[in-house]
């Protein structure tokens, strides 16, 4: 059974259980703790029993306080009242990498476990706590920063992030920036981006709600700020998808703009932009970093085949959403096609067989349907399957052969046994 006795203070409370007599029985106080703390705030406050006194290194404030204290909760004050260093002896201690606020702040929360912060204190009581080594005061700063993020201050606590290296805080200024970049670009804060935060935004796989054409100007807006600015340009630029973009937008919009014509790296992007879109039968053994949609997921697609109900040949192309669990409609095939194969080199989709036909592509050697088809490096093999003559009769396909994107061509390969 459990016992509770008294309030307030001095409550206790023991777990019983039937016992002879003698049996040894453990009691916890649940205020104890905070009773010691508030107690050695007394002490503090009234001035009694301090034996070191600690000075900020931006002023002659002092700060009274107990090395047991000060060393119970930070490994710096350990080391220097017990690991035999000059401090360990002196009776007043000038700490020259902590200003008086955040001395205040740290000292305040060791003596009473509470922190209150806003933003003209938080770097002061980060540069303190990062110092002495007060991690439970680094992690509030944390939780702090994070929850306050917006677009009107996500650039000022990244580079706080940064400076202090927080990494989780600066992970979450990361991805909110992501997701609000379109928002973002409205702004003033979007020009006060650091190069290396801009950088790693327009390379992510996560950014979404942008064209490539948007992200370049909002590119070229950011270097036009500051001429020092320029010399970051090229680097910039080779995190735009200049072969996503349409053959009117790099002849309208980016091949105006001075420095894609002067900078040989830019140049060579156009270049490849312009390689890529000439040659599209060739773009499945092209792809790059620049050539990828944008996206951070895959998804389940389904295309073709015979409606049951209708009993009617489909060309409709669907997507399984996982985050909202229902299917999505995307462009449509050209044609119906049921029977057919479907595999997937450098993330183009191919759509083989039909019961009589092949579009689009090359022709198979042979016509085929129900034929398995996968990919090895970069060709497509289809491997047997049948040939229907009829509305029921078949004959069996053993041939098999290879498709090379590059070339264009299916090229026949040694036949099934059976």
């Not at 009694?48 to 119970?72: K, Q």
């Not at 650039?155 to 997701?179: C, H, P, Q, W």
């Not at 950088?199 to 100007?217: D, T």
Request: proline share 4%.
């Amino acid at each position: 059974m459990k016992v509770s006795l008294g309030n307030g203070e001095m409550g206790v409370s023991a777990h019983l259980q039937p016992c002879k007599a003698g049996t040894t029985r453990f009691f916890t106080s649940n205020t104890h703790s905070t009773v010691v703390l508030q107690g050695f705030d007394q002490l503090r406050i009234e001035g009694l029993l301090c034996d070191v006194t600690l000075v900020p290194g931006d002023g002659d404030e002092i700060f009274p306080v107990h090395r047991a204290m000060m060393a119970s909760a930070s490994d710096y004050f350990k080391a220097m009242f017990t690991g035999g260093m000059k401090e360990q002896d002196l009776m007043c201690i000038k700490l020259h990498g902590v200003n008086k606020i955040g001395l205040k702040k740290i000292i305040d929360f060791i003596y009473t476990a509470k922190l209150s912060l806003n933003m003209d204190n938080l770097q002061d009581t980060l540069e303190a706590a990062s110092f002495l080594q007060i991690l439970p005061v680094l992690d509030f700063c944390k939780v702090f920063l994070i929850s306050g993020v917006s677009l009107e201050n996500c650039v000022e606590v990244g580079r706080i992030a940064n400076t202090y290296n927080l990494i989780e805080v600066d992970k979450y200024v990361n991805n909110f920036i992501l997701k609000n970049f379109p928002a973002l670009l409205s702004t003033g804060e979007f020009l006060k981006l650091p190069f290396d935060r801009l950088a790693f935004v327009l390379s992510s796989n996560s950014l979404k709600h942008c064209s490539e054409l948007e992200l370049f100007k909002a590119a070229c807006r950011w270097l036009r700020l500051e001429d020092p600015r320029m010399d970051y340009a090229a680097k910039l630029m080779k995190n735009i998808r200049f072969p996503l973009m349409t053959p009117q937008d790099l002849i309208n919009y980016v091949q105006t703009v001075d420095f894609m014509r002067t900078d040989n790296t830019c140049v060579n992007l156009l270049l490849e932009a312009s390689n890529y879109q000439m040659m599209p039968y060739m773009q499945p053994v092209m792809q790059s970093d620049r050539t990828a949609i944008r996206s951070d997921s895959t998804h389940l697609v389904t295309l073709g085949g015979v409606l049951r109900q209708q009993l009617v040949v489909s060309k409709e192309l669907r997507m399984y959403d996982e985050r909202a669990q229902e299917w999505k409609s995307l462009a449509p095939m050209d044609a119906p096609r049921y029977q057919h194969g479907i595999a997937v080199i450098g993330n183009f989709l191919y759509v083989v067989g039909d019961t009589d036909k092949w579009t689009q592509k090359a022709p198979m050697t042979t016509v085929r349907g129900l034929h398995c088809m996968c990919t090895v490096g970069d060709k497509l093999y289809v491997i047997g399957g049948n040939h229907f003559r009829g509305t029921s009769d078949y004959d069996d396909v053993l041939s098999c052969e290879y498709y090379s994107p590059t070339l264009d061509q299916w090229t026949p390969i040694a036949a099934m046994l059976r």
